[in-house]
């Protein structure tokens, strides 16, 4: 009886599912002719809209001053200025760095181990548009030395949205290798662009300019895309590029909680195969080679590699800046629990648009903070006061920290470092740190060897800020004060008394230095171990200061004095056949140093990458 | 349908401006420029809006009409420099200050002072001086917002008078207020002004004032009663008339220019100081021709 009553249902549902499968199946079957024969009678016209840039929101650093329009980053917002024309103009958007030099310096950071392969990013810039749009192209309109863009990526947000931001995400529209164009002329570069399923008005692009013979300068940005969503996009099946996976789409904080399930999973002993014969020591030696996303995929794999990939001492040195786009609040915490023997950290870039707060990132540093000794922290949005507090407290044997172009920090939050007093390396490049704070931070840091202070505004006497330097911090190996508009040579001359060791001194644009006071040829006689000079638009440099250049500093290795009127072709001889180092010397705008010179003088010494910018 | 619409709103306007004091329309400047290089062998313009060493620009904003003159001081021909380098750079730079809208309508001296600025933060190594004279309309206000620094200048012209003038600024006979950028080892000699003496004004002006903005080369061999005449025969608000009539006053200014026996303003000014000299004085003429017409877009 029930058996049959049970058959008798099992085949009534039966054939009740396959009528309304059928069903279903004519009705989507008629649906899609109808969508079809609906494309073939009359396709949607959809109307292209063309965008030039509204505002540049963020970027990461520029050639030109905090309050001018010259070889700003915000001249990339509107049409363009200068395109098709080719130069160095000051109508365009310029990074502050190109080429190798700034790596060769040993003022820059030592890279990260564990940084993929395919994060070459230097400096990026965020681009907002009046109206979000599906892109179709993105056309960057690049005026000198063009190659340097190698991603572009697309925001969900919309930035001039009152509403809060919710899910924000970023999306790659294109990516490349760095590269360097034939010629320095201008081009209209217009990578093919991925399609994605959001609209947007926020771009971002990432350049890289290490390839580059000089400052690469882009003129403006144009998007391209349509209102409505494209309708091919329905019927495309989502191509899973390899390639992405190993990039990654999923979240570390995924990772990490899938992580802590994985552990009892394994239900097969049949072990790890060789793995459980090698040492422990040689695996933590195989697994340090993973960058960090793999890391905590492979955690989820086994017990033994759980074990190995949630040791702290994978996590000494931890770069977290390629990951700039998916590190959140949830993704640190999740790395706390690994990170107690953190010694290096890099999280520049990250907590872009609130993905990461300042309560997160402290409870992160007094987890993991205290055997801390490098922080690097550029770009990073999320940081207040409070957060600087949380790093003076806990990590007391800090030796470096970047905080460059954190310029919504507040004067106040600088404070803080005075109790950093093992700083070997500071980088306060565009910041608001106020006079009275460097000044306590130079009187408690005497261990100071790399001090970055360019382009520091609220700074307002650079001779007190010298003085100081000079009084307590002998061991400073390098300086950059590029634009700081009230050195004088009172200044400069009590710097090198009493900074004898500076190997580097980026003196850029301080337009206040008076070559006819003597200072230059003191500075050079003082600074017998110099091996970086930048007198970039010092106008006033001359032959006497190039030949005491000569004739003490021969371990002269990068030398920029753009714009003088006054060097000709005999001091700069002498110079390059007595300092036998140099490989780079910026001739740029020099008006007694033609291009047949420049040649010359090229031939001559072809060690020395002699740079000659141009301008109409 | 459109057009019942529109005349009914010009209607409710024109019945709605009578009754109510205050204009509340957006004023704005119609332009034209002319002028004459002094040297005819460079062509009449160069690199658009510069004569010889003089420079100009016209410059519109969402808020503000921006005019400018700039006269390149030409002594500096004699060092190997070219005057109208540095006239015309500044112009340029005034220029693309208000179009990108770093300025404050009330406040022109602060569009010198941040351009001059700018000029310094070039790579290339600009040198030269000139005067400069900058005239702001702000739309919503109706008021004119001038700086002027050295021997350029500009007029108001209302009902066939003069109701306005800038006032020359010269540290000696032939020598104006100017700004420069001299190469460091002549720093010392240099005569440089600080774009902050530049005198400036505000007033209120209204519909069909003609505004005349001028390089010393019009003013030096111009009287003010030619001008006017000249002004006279103004009758539209339309660009072309402007053109035109900017046109004649260049060409009848550059044709007094080289009178030997005409007793211009120039002239005039040498013989009150003791030159007896006459003729007219051989110069770049800039001319800016503006009228106050109503916004439209």
Known sequence: ?616 | MLSVLSYGRLVARAVIGGLSQTDSRDYSLVSASFGFGKDFRKGILKKGMCYGDDACFIARHRCADVLGVADGVGGWRDYGVDPSQFSGTLMRTCERLVKEGRFVPSNPVGILTTSYYELLQNKVPLLGSSTACIVVLDRQSHQLHTANLGDSGFLVVRGGEVVHRSDEQQHYFNTPFQLSIAPPEAEGSVLSDSPEAADSSSFDVQLGDIILTATDGLFDNMPDYMILQELKKLKNTNYESIQQTARSIAEQAHVLAYDPNYMSPFAQFACDNGLNVRGGKPDDITVLLSIVAEYTD
């Not at chain 1, 609906?38 to 650093?61: C, H, I, M, N, W």
């Not at chain 1, 950059?480 to 050195?487: P, Q």
Request: aromatic letters at 8%; one cysteine or more.
């Open chain 1, 1 to 616: 009886m029930f058996p049959m009553l049970t058959l008798l249902s099992m085949f009534y549902y039966i054939c009740l599912r396959r009528r309304s499968r059928s069903g279903t199946r004519s009705e989507a079957l008629g649906s899609r002719r109808a969508v079809e024969l609906g494309q073939r009678s009359a396709l949607p016209v959809t109307v292209e809209v063309e965008q030039y840039g509204k505002e540049v929101l963020d970027f990461s650093s520029h050639y030109g001053s905090e309050n001018s329009m010259s070889y700003t980053m915000w001249n990339l917002a509107g049409v363009p200025n200068v395109y098709p024309s080719s130069g160095d103009f000051t109508q365009t958007a310029v990074f502050r760095t190109y080429g190798s030099w700034w790596e060769q310096c040993t003022s820059s950071a030592q890279r990260f181990r564990r940084t993929p392969p395919s994060f070459h990013s230097q400096d990026y810039l965020e681009l907002a548009f009046e109206e979000p749009v599906y892109p179709t192209a993105v056309e960057v309109l690049e005026t000198y030395h063009p190659g340097a863009v190698i991603k572009i990526l697309a925001c969900s947000l919309n930035p001039f949205s009152q509403n809060p931001p919710v899910d924000v995400r970023w999306e790659v529209l294109w990516a490349g290798k760095p590269n360097k164009a034939l010629t320095p002329q201008a081009r209209q570069f217009s990578p093919s662009i991925k399609q994605i399923n959001f609209a947007t008005n926020l771009l971002r692009l990432e350049v890289n300019s290490s390839l580059l013979e000089y400052y690469t300068e882009l003129d403006a940005v144009i998007l391209r895309g349509v209102r409505e969503r494209p309708i091919l996009a329905l019927y495309k099946i989502p191509v899973i590029d390899i390639n992405d996976l190993s990039d990654s789409e999923e979240e570390i904080s995924e990772a990490g909680g899938l992580c802590c399930r994985s552990g009892g999973e394994n239900r097969h002993n049949l072990g790890n195969g060789y793995f459980d014969r090698l040492p422990y020591e040689l695996i933590q030696l195989i697994v340090s080679h993973l960058p960090v996303p793999d890391l905590c995929r492979l955690a989820q794999s086994c017990k033994l590699f759980h074990k190995h990939c949630c040791d702290p001492l994978q996590y000494i040195q931890l770069s977290l800046q390629p990951y700039w786009a998916r590190l959140t609040d949830a993704s640190l915490s999740h790395l706390l629990s690994r990170c107690t023997l953190l010694q290096r950290l890099n999280m520049s870039w990250t907590g872009n648009r609130g993905a990461v707060t300042a309560a997160g990132f402290c409870s992160f540093m007094k987890a993991c903070g205290v055997s801390l000794v490098c922080l690097e922290l550029s770009c990073c949005h999320f940081l207040t006061e409070a957060c600087l507090e949380v790093i003076a407290q806990t990590c007391p044997c800090l030796q470096e920290l970047n905080l460059a172009s954190c310029d919504r920090l507040q004067p106040q939050a600088f404070n803080h470092i005075v109790k950093l007093t093992n700083l070997r390396r500071l980088v306060l490049y565009r910041t608001k740190v106020e006079q009275s704070a460097i000044l306590s931070i130079l009187t408690f840091c005497p261990e100071l060897k790399h001090l970055n202070l360019g382009s520091c505004v609220m700074i307002e006497d650079y001779d007190v800020v010298a003085s100081m330097l000079s009084a307590r911090c002998h061991s400073l190996r390098s300086l950059d004060l590029w634009r700081c508009r009230n050195l004088s040579e009172h200044g400069l001359a009590e710097l090198v008394s009493g900074c004898r060791l500076l190997e580097e001194l980026e003196l850029g644009w301080c337009s206040t230095l008076q070559s006819s006071s003597g200072c230059f040829q003191h500075l050079a006689r003082s600074l017998p171990r110099l091996r970086k000079l930048f007198l970039t638009a010092n106008r006033t440099v001359c032959d006497s200061d190039l030949e005491e250049l000569a004739a003490n500093c021969s371990a002269l290795e990068h030398l920029d004095i753009l714009g003088t009127r006054m060097v000709s072709s005999a001091s700069l001889r002498k110079l390059l056949q007595c300092c036998p180092q140099l490989k780079l010397l910026d001739v740029s705008f020099c008006s007694q140093v033609d291009s047949r010179l420049v040649q010359e003088l090229s031939g001559l010494f072809p060690n020395v990458s002699i740079k000659k910018s141009f301008t109409q």
